[in-house]
């Protein structure tokens, strides 16, 4: 007997098939009837019933209109550009949010080296866009299943890069943005990003001005080196900045 798959989420999960939460059912179709009176099974089917949400292919006029930042906006001082991406608008082809959590890693801060920054170890083949021109895309794994974006700073040669640790979702985002690791997941971003021209579309940061909350500066967290330095900025009150981030440095 041949059978139909019902694919059914449940209500309000905005998960594509193959999550969590797909329940299936197995089916008996009626037969067809042939022109001999004889029963012809139907071929298989699969149908899908879904209350999946379907988003816009395209971004909200307004937003598509907003300038790229220019390759001289990352050609500054690291510290410079983590507080500037700040209020900013990171866009994923049809996913946008705003910037509202980065950390600096930088060559050295008050003269000493920053022995938590990945460049800290010279030029690898990992690290190799860290070194280039400003303005590119910094993606790699951790924990073996979290992918992180950055983004690089300073003129090339210099290495300094801008972790970009938690967004403000605008639209088309559905998923929790509050952590290096969940952005990625929520935005679509992949180590295949990596060395990504952040002034070319599918990625890139548009210019929406400054923001209008001020601007904090805690200590890195999650890194064993350099742990105490105030090299992690984000926008007081926002409630999408990671739950470890709001705690203000003294």
């Not at 193959?18 to 004889?38: N, W």
């Not at 559905?174 to 599918?202: F, Q, S, V, W």
């Not at 350099?226 to 409630?239: Q, T």
Request: net charge positive; aromatic share 6%.
């Amino acid at each position: 007997m041949n059978f139909v798959v019902m694919c059914r989420f449940r209500t309000g999960d905005q998960r594509s098939p193959g999550a969590a939460g797909l329940r299936l059912s197995m089916v008996a179709p009626k037969a067809a009837v042939m022109e001999s009176g004889r029963s012809r099974p139907t071929k298989r089917r699969i149908i899908q019933e879904s209350g999946v949400k379907r988003l816009p292919s395209r971004l909200p006029s307004p937003l598509a209109s907003l300038s790229v930042l220019p390759r001289d906006f990352y050609a500054r001082p690291t510290i410079d550009v983590a507080r500037g991406l700040l209020g900013q608008l990171l866009v994923h082809g049809n996913r946008a949010a705003r910037i509202v959590e980065t950390e600096a890693y930088l060559p050295h801060f008050n003269g000493e080296p920053d022995l938590a920054a990945h460049s800290a170890r010279g030029m690898t083949p990992r690290t190799r866009v860290i070194f280039g021109p400003p303005g590119y895309a910094y993606v790699y794994l951790i924990y073996g299943m979290y992918e992180c974006l950055n983004i690089v700073a300073e003129p090339k040669g210099v290495p300094g890069c801008v972790l970009v640790r938690a967004l403000e979702p605008v639209a088309n985002v559905d998923e929790e943005t509050n952590g290096p690791g969940k952005l990625t997941r929520a935005m679509g971003i992949t180590r295949a990003d990596y060395g990504h021209d952040m002034l070319r579309p599918p990625l890139s940061v548009r210019a929406m001005g400054d923001p209008a909350e001020p601007i904090v500066a805690t200590a890195r967290i999650g890194i064993r080196h350099c742990a105490d330095w105030p090299l992690r900025f984000h926008l007081d009150g926002n409630p999408h900045v990671s739950r470890a981030g709001r705690s203000r440095l003294t």
